[in-house]
């Protein structure tokens, strides 16, 4: 037959309702909401750290290129047209094989102003240049640069000392094969 009653010990003497002491009965502290808030913050920190990290290193494909800055010959503005400058001498170099078109836009340059003597028209070395534009030498030629090209009809200006010395710091024109025909 099974015993009902065991023998007694030191834990039998325990009083019912005791003052219990222990580190798992400690009071909660005052500030422990601040301590779970910071590991909360710091988990969210370094999860959304780490997700951007991750989604940077799978969505980069390695062609990211910055364009080039513009180069001199590449800048072209719109600005109205200033009045045409009739002092300025100007070269007209025929990039052509056609005569007649170098002659045309010397005639159209004469026509709006400047004297036959400042006018000087030039062979070119080359025969297929595509577009007419005008070059001029410094920043304080560019407005008179631009009056020639209204005067003409031409959108190429571009700041170039290339032909400094045989415009005698004047201006340029460059006669393209836009210019060759019967239209101009």
Do not use: C, K
Request: no cysteine.
């Amino acid at each position: 037959m099974p015993q009902t009653s065991y023998p007694r010990d030191r834990f039998d003497d325990v009083p019912r309702d005791p003052e219990r002491v222990g580190a798992h009965r400690a009071p909660r502290g005052r500030h422990r909401w601040l301590v779970v808030l910071l590991w909360w913050l710091l988990a969210v920190g370094i999860l959304t750290g780490g997700g951007i990290l991750a989604f940077l290193a799978l969505s980069n494909t390695g062609d990211f290129e910055l364009p080039a800055p513009p180069t001199a010959s590449e800048v072209v503005t719109e600005t109205p047209v200033p009045e045409a400058d009739t002092s300025y001498p100007v070269l007209v170099l025929n990039g052509t094989d056609d005569v007649a078109a170098a002659d045309a836009v010397r005639q159209e340059i004469v026509d709006a102003g400047w004297s036959e003597d400042a006018v000087a028209p030039l062979d070119s070395d080359a025969s297929d240049v595509a577009v007419t534009r005008i070059l001029y030498v410094g920043d304080e030629d560019e407005q008179a640069a631009r009056g020639l090209a209204g005067v003409l009809g031409i959108n190429e200006v571009t700041q170039d000392d290339s032909y400094a010395e045989m415009s005698e710091d004047g201006l340029t024109v460059i006669v393209g094969l836009d210019r060759v025909g019967d239209e101009f």
